[in-house]
């Protein structure tokens, strides 16, 4: 199968091309050479059909995982990023469903920070719109663990994606839900937490010492030591809050099913 | 001797618009045909959703991106996710398109027609024998519309579909409106087509709308399915029998009850055509 195995790569290649099949010489004549063509088409114009369906398709998945993206850059930036995009990072996943994982890396220094932000946004929810399921953890399990809860390592659930932003982009989606304008934020550090409640999509603004917490546990830590890595860059002024503030929001991440389990040493 | 599938009746394409109100209202529908790759995910409300339907129809996984007829190795991952997930299905039978989709390592996300030669039908046989070895499901493939062909073609389309099935052993998707759209693209005759299929190894038959651009048909299913498609499929009836039909939709995708009343007409159609 050398020969297939040789004609589908050039035709593969041609179809990812972002110039038209007769625009360019090697792949007019690629089509010359191995299509048929007919008197309503010539063989560049029926192999153009798919050439434009590859961009037509892909670019459609993407817009349709970025909906806020596109309405922040406009359509005519965010096609020609996108088509800079698959060039860059041609599709090698069977599914479309991974075709944008790599966009928001792709789009630094290649767009506004904020766009980059909105991406990195986007791409969590996709992840969390099909994570695994997890059944929820029973309180009781927390409770029983008493102090040896200290020791213990913590699964967050899968839908969880903590995002350290440069701006609120999480109100672009808002008010695109709200059917309002989306301009771009200005700057303001802000940490969010994507999850999936159930099988909704939804995001919290969640304070900065939680978030290091969060992200602590999310690498593995047991939470003592999660804690003493938070606190170890905390600001004099923030121990206070992290110790006075820690219970809580521990009590209310189990309430939102972001912590699936506890593993006791 | 082709493995017997049953017939399963009417069925539509289960699309996303849609999953709520089929789950709560229960349409008169006989069974569900479901795009394979939307469920080969961890979890979340593609999962619920497959699994809310399935506790009251049938439902058979259609897949869009083997890649039966690529040169490229079978992806093993892709391989173990449609049997996991054939697993939690259990349907009927399981199909995928007589084509190719991936070629030097890129997916191209299409149906890419196949240069139709004795060889690369005996190629894609030995793939479809693969899949049926890990699926252990009936298999079925699906022609393509296609809009251009190759220098090195040496058989008919359907002589090709036939080549392969055959080899295969596997089952036919009979997709009605891509053999209409074929037959105007590349000037054959369309009943000939229909006539020269296997017509005992037709697992199941598809019906859609494509779009006319003066030139050329564009398999596009944004359309309800035209007449010419229509009185194709009475003739596909005629001559294959009763099987297993369903509607797909994948753009512009109407209320349900537009499908349901299209999945009607299947049904007439079968009784006038096949009667049982």
């Not at chain 2, 995928?96 to 996300?109: I, K, M, T, V």
């Amino acid at each position: 199968m050398k020969r297939l195995a040789e004609l589908q790569r050039e035709l593969s290649a041609a179809l990812r091309s972002p110039r038209p099949i007769w625009q360019d010489d090697g792949t007019r004549a690629l089509a010359d050479r191995v299509v048929r063509g007919q008197p309503r088409l010539s063989a560049a114009r029926q192999l153009e059909l798919y050439r434009e369906q590859f961009f037509f398709r892909h670019l459609d998945a993407v817009a349709e995982d970025f909906p806020a993206l596109v309405e922040a850059l406009g359509w005519d930036a965010f096609e020609e990023v996108t088509t800079a995009y698959l060039a860059a990072h041609p599709p090698t996943s069977f599914s479309l469903r991974d075709l944008a994982a790599r966009l928001p890396d792709f789009l630094e220094g290649r767009a506004a920070p904020a766009a980059v932000d909105l991406a990195r946004l986007e791409w969590a929810l996709v992840e969390a719109f099909d994570a695994a399921d997890a059944p929820p953890i029973d309180a009781a399990k927390v409770t029983a663990a008493g102090d040896a809860l200290d020791r213990a390592t913590i699964t967050l659930d899968a839908s969880l994606t903590l995002l350290a932003l440069g701006a609120p982009v999480h109100e672009v989606r808002e008010r695109l839900a709200g059917g309002e304008a989306t301009a771009l934020p200005e700057a303001r550090p802000t940490w969010l937490v994507v999850y999936r409640r159930e099988l909704d999509l939804d995001w919290r603004e969640v304070p900065p010492l939680a978030h290091a917490a969060l992200s602590a546990l999310s690498r593995g830590l047991p939470l003592s030591d999660a804690l003493d890595e938070v606190a170890a860059r905390c600001a004099p002024d923030e121990l206070g809050t992290l110790e006075a503030e820690i219970g809580g929001w521990f009590r209310q991440w189990v309430a939102d099913g972001w912590i699936r389990d506890v593993t006791l040493p | 001797m082709p493995q017997r599938v049953p017939d399963l009746g009417v069925g539509v394409g289960l699309r996303v618009p849609h999953y709520r109100r089929v789950v709560d209202e229960r349409p008169k529908v006989d069974w569900f045909e479901c795009i394979s790759e939307n469920f080969m995910v961890d979890g979340g409300k593609p999962l619920h959703f497959l699994d809310a339907v399935r506790e009251t129809y049938p439902v058979i996984l259609h897949g869009v991106s083997m890649n039966l007829g690529g040169a490229d190795p079978l992806d093993p991952a892709h391989l173990a996710k449609l049997k996991a997930l054939v697993r939690r299905v259990e349907p009927a039978w399981a199909s995928d398109h007589l084509c190719w989709s991936a070629g030097g390592g890129h997916h191209l996300h299409d149906l890419l027609p196949l240069p139709m030669t004795l060889e690369v039908a005996r190629h894609v046989a030995r793939r479809v024998r693969q899949v049926e070895d890990t699926l252990e499901v009936p298999f079925a493939i699906e022609n393509v519309s296609s809009y251009m062909t190759f220098h090195d073609d040496e058989l008919s389309e359907w002589e090709f579909v036939s080549e392969v099935v055959e080899a295969a052993d596997c089952g036919l998707l009979l997709d009605v409106n891509n053999v209409f759209v074929s037959a105007f693209n590349h000037g054959f005759d369309a009943r000939a087509y229909l006539d020269g299929v296997p017509h005992e190894r037709v697992f199941q038959m598809h019906l859609a709308g494509h779009t006319d651009a003066g030139t050329h048909l564009l398999d596009t299913h944004d359309h309800p399915v035209r007449d010419e498609v229509w009185e194709l499929y009475r003739h596909a009836c005629r001559r294959v029998g009763r099987r297993a039909t369903s509607i797909e939709r994948d753009d512009h995708i109407p209320e349900l009850e537009e499908l349901l009343a299209e999945a009607e007409i299947v049904r007439r159609l079968r009784d006038e055509e096949a009667p049982r």
